[in-house]
C-alpha cells in the first residue's frame, strides 16, 4: 500500500513538497497537525523514520459525515479506526505518536523551539487555522518550518499571508500552490 491508495486530497505536487521538506530533517521532530485516513502521513513517515524522526500526529479524529448508502442516513466514521488501519497496513503505525486532541491545544505538549516541521491541515477554517499558526509558531525552532495545506482556500489564504506578512516571511508554495510553508528566522 502507498499513499495514492489512501483517501484523502493530498495530490502528488502536495506530497513532493512535503517529502522535499522531510528529506532535510535528520534526527528532528516533526508533527502532522490533521491527518483524516493518513494520505499525507503515508507520504511523509516513512521518510521520517529513516531519517530518524519523530513523527507526531495530531488529530481529533471527528472525522467526516458519510451517507449510508444502504438507509441514505448520515453516519459518523471512526476516522480513527480508518487512520490506524491504513498506517498499520503500512508498517507505521508503531512509529507513529498518534494524539487524539484539538490541535491548537496540542502545542502545550511541547516546548517553544522543539518541532522542525509542523504541517498544518486541520480545521480549515479561518479562525482554526489562525489558532494552529498562533500555537504552533512558537514551538518551531530557528530554521524550522511552519507549513500546511489547502492555500488556495480564500479565508486560509488571507490568514497565511498576514500571518506571514506581519512577520516578514517569505512563503513558499508547492507547484499547484496547495501546500505552503515558511521558514523561522533568527530573532533580531
Excluded at 143 to 162: C, E, F, N, Q, S
Amino acid at each position: 500500500m502507498g499513499w495514492q491508495e489512501i483517501e484523502g486530497w493530498f495530490s502528488s505536487y502536495d506530497v513532493n513538497f512535503v517529502t522535499g521538506v522531510c528529506q532535510k530533517i535528520r534526527e528532528g521532530v516533526v508533527v502532522e497537525l490533521g491527518c483524516y485516513a493518513g494520505r499525507a502521513t503515508a507520504a511523509m513517515a516513512p521518510i521520517c523514520k529513516g531519517n530518524v524522526n519523530s513523527y507526531i500526529v495530531i488529530d481529533n479524529f471527528w472525522g467526516t459525515d458519510t451517507k449510508d448508502p444502504a438507509t441514505k442516513n448520515q453516519r459518523k466514521r471512526d476516522m480513527r479506526a480508518v487512520f490506524e488501519k491504513n498506517m498499520r497496513d503500512m508498517g507505521l503505525l508503531d512509529y507513529l505518536e498518534v494524539h487524539k486532541i484539538d490541535s491548537a491545544a496540542a502545542a502545550q505538549l511541547f516546548v517553544d523551539g522543539e518541532v522542525d516541521f509542523c504541517f498544518i491541515d486541520a480545521d480549515h477554517t479561518p479562525e482554526g487555522v489562525a489558532r494552529d499558526i498562533e500555537a504552533w509558531w512558537p514551538k518551531i525552532r530557528v530554521g524550522g518550518i511552519l507549513g500546511g495545506h489547502d492555500y488556495t482556500w480564500p479565508g486560509l489564504k488571507r490568514v497565511v499571508d498576514a500571518f506571514a506578512k506581519d512577520n516578514q516571511l517569505e512563503l513558499s508554495f508547492g507547484k499547484d500552490k496547495q501546500c505552503w510553508k515558511v521558514v523561522k528566522k533568527e530573532q533580531k
